[in-house]
C-alpha cells in the first residue's frame, strides 16, 4: 500500500513538473509568477513632441476608462492645466477655454464637464517613479473620484506611493514630458 502511495506521489510529481514548465513557471519552491503583459500603447502628440505611454492592467477599471477616452479623441485639444517641476498633469476640458483657466482642473469626462466618477479605487503597488502615469483624483476627495485627469511624473515621488491607480508609463517622451508648460496642448491622440 505504501509503494503505491509512493509511485502515485511520484507520477503526480513528474507529469506536474512538464507543466509547470510548458506555462513558463519555474518549477520548484518560491516560484514566482510571471509579470502581467503590459497593453496599447497611447501616443500624445504635442507642439513639444511625442509622448508614447505604454499601459499597464494593474487598475483596469481606471485603465479603461483613460482607453475609452482616448479612443473618443477626449484628450485631443486639451491643454497640461497643472505643470509642477516634478509632474504635469491633463483630462479636463475646461482647458479648452483660455478664458476659463482659473477653473482648469476641476472638470471631468460627463456632460458640460462634470466629473463622472470611474467609482472604484484602484491603488497600485507600483513605486511612484518617473515617467509613471496615474489617474488623477482631486486632493480634497476621495480616490473613488478619479475620472477624466492623468498625471505624468517628471521624478520620482514615494510619498505617492499606493495613493493612485497607475495606468501606465512614458517609454519614449521623457525629454518632451520635460519641456511640457501649462497650456501646451494636445494635438492628436493615437493607440497602438
Given at each position: ?165 497607475v495606468i501606465g508609463h ?23
Amino acid at each position: 500500500m505504501r509503494r503505491a502511495m509512493l509511485l502515485v506521489t511520484l507520477a503526480t510529481v513528474i507529469a506536474l513538473v512538464p507543466l509547470a514548465a510548458r506555462q513558463g513557471a519555474p518549477a520548484g519552491a518560491g516560484a514566482k509568477p510571471a509579470a502581467a503583459a503590459a497593453g496599447p500603447v497611447v501616443v500624445l502628440e504635442t507642439a513639444k513632441g511625442t509622448i508614447e505611454i505604454e499601459t499597464y492592467p494593474d487598475s483596469p477599471k481606471s485603465l479603461a476608462r483613460f482607453l475609452e477616452l482616448a479612443k473618443a479623441q477626449f484628450y485631443r485639444g486639451l491643454r497640461f492645466h497643472w505643470v509642477q517641476p516634478g509632474v504635469i498633469q491633463i483630462g479636463d476640458p475646461l482647458s479648452r477655454d483660455m478664458t476659463k483657466q482659473e477653473n482648469w482642473g476641476n472638470g471631468g469626462s460627463g456632460p458640460n464637464g462634470a466629473v463622472r466618477p470611474v467609482g472604484v479605487a484602484e491603488p497600485s503597488k507600483r513605486p511612484m517613479v518617473a515617467g509613471i502615469v496615474g489617474l488623477a483624483y482631486r486632493t480634497d476627495a476621495k480616490a473613488e473620484s478619479a475620472d477624466s485627469q492623468i498625471f505624468i511624473l517628471r521624478g520620482a515621488n514615494p510619498a505617492l506611493n499606493g495613493k493612485y491607480a497607475v495606468i501606465g508609463h512614458v517609454t519614449k517622451g521623457m525629454d518632451v514630458v520635460g519641456k511640457i508648460e501649462k497650456g501646451d496642448a494636445v494635438r492628436g491622440v493615437t493607440i497602438r
